[in-house]
């Protein structure tokens, strides 16, 4: 049955006795063919990727119109809670990173199907890079920030592309003379020529092999130019630019209780992390899979809704309003009892309260509509922005211009809220309104509508399973935080000993977390250590173990020790 189809790479190439006439003859391997879908669809997602970027540039498309990033933001929207819960649990802060490789691989495999199919029929695998563009172009266009149906212009033009250049290259043609046997065994007689020719006609790539591997290269050194003109191009570069351009602005530093500066605390417990979180180590969390690019220049806050007088500032604006400096620490809803997402840092900005209550919010609103330059929504309770506690619209971090990772150009910071209810960065939207009207990004998903912080605290030495000798005397050290309330005590447990005072750095504030120490002589056996923070209205934390979901974990923070 095979005998007529012609030498296919390296199949027969081996084969002393194939007789010469089918060296002409050739079609791409298998490895090839999907090597070459590979390389075509990598064509097809640099050409968008470069159109989108160019028309980002010149405002004309939104960022999301690169169709990778249109389906990695709609795959992250889509994704079923428990799914996210799990790459949370599982990756961390790098669960990013995993839906990066889970996607690059899928697009990988796609791209060498399509490749495969386009051996047997180029048509069959022109429709299947049609429909991987139709993905795409259903991501895009459900994306927040999308401008209309421009913004299919990158999925379109560089799927055209990849069409054209995927049924280039495959394109065969039918040989006009019989090929010879492949199997030198089965000899065929001279009758099979022609009924097997009218039933299966004997093909070649109509490039030859020469032009069509010449071709591949052409095809992925185009795709790696595309790529790399769209690297060195990204507003990414102006966004960097605007801020090494801007300088901190002054403002009114805060005053602490005792004389007490930034500098003694950070002295007053060792043997564990800073007191401030240094902006590199500091935690992110957000949707977004590529940073919001804004410059300081394009930057713009609108504020309106229920207020007597809307108002729209700029980032000149809002750095000549009157500014005050606040150490305030942020904590994440999705942190686990003992985990790293929350971090303390020294904030400028321009209290939100002074803004709004010129505007003239309505005796109706309780909430305020946040929403991000990507379209990440919340809502936070009007009472948090005007109650009096130091909530802002922060523009520096730790004496530096707002990092791009944590809001660039201007945030929200607001004490004693989850950042997922009040922190929203890069924003550029604020809507005065009602909970009963507003539905945001989180709430939408399950996460409780109002989120104060819980009171918790953390054991940060020893880390986890540690050993230690017998008489050691062991350094037990950690953070306990509850955002205005403030940390009045902390207390640790050996296995059910008796609840035992630590030694607490002193309170700089009610809205910053309080480092504790203490020491262990170390006994034989394997023990677990504890801590428990009573807030600074004498109330103990809750022993009661919840999950993040739905308003923030809860439960004592525990340790193993090995003393041998
Ligand atoms: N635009 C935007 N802002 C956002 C988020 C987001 O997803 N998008 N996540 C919020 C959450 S859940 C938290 S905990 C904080 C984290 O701020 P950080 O990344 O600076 O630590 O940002 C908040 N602001
Ligand atoms: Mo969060």
Redesign the pocket.
Known sequence: MDTTRPQRDGDSDASPSAPPPTSTIWLPGRWLGALTGVVVVGLALAVAELLSILGDRVQLLNQFSSPLLAVGAAFITLTPEWLKQFAIATFGEQDKVALQVGMGVTVLIAAAVIGLVARRSPRVAAVLLAAFVAICGVAVLTRPAAVGVIDLLPSIVGGVVGVLVLGYLFRRREVAAPAAPVDPDVEPTPQDYPSRRTTTPVMDSALGRRRFLSLVGITAAAATAATAIGRFLPSYADVQASRDALQVPSATPQSFPDGLTLDTIEEAVDGQGAFLTPNED???????LTLPNITADDWSLKIHGLVDRERTLTYDEIVNLPLVERTIT?????NEVGGG?V?TATWIGTPIKDLLEDLGPSSDADCVLCT?I?G?T?TAPLEALVDGRDSLLAVAMNGEILPQ???FPV?MVVPGL???VS?????VDMKVSRFSDEVA??TQRGWAEQAPIKTASRIDVPRGFNQAAVGDEVVIAGVAWAQQRGIENVEIQIDDGEWQPVELSPALSNDTWRQWRTTWVAEQGVHTIRCRAYDGTGELQTEEIAPPIPNGSSGYDARSITVS
Do not use: E, H
Not at 282 to 288: G, H, K, L, S
Not at 330 to 334: A, F, H, I
């Open positions: 500091f935690y992110r969390v957000d949707t977004a942020l904590t994440c809803v999705s997402l971090g991000s990507d990440f919340l990772r944590n809001g945030r989850y950042g997922y922190a929203t960065k890069w924003i990004y989180w």
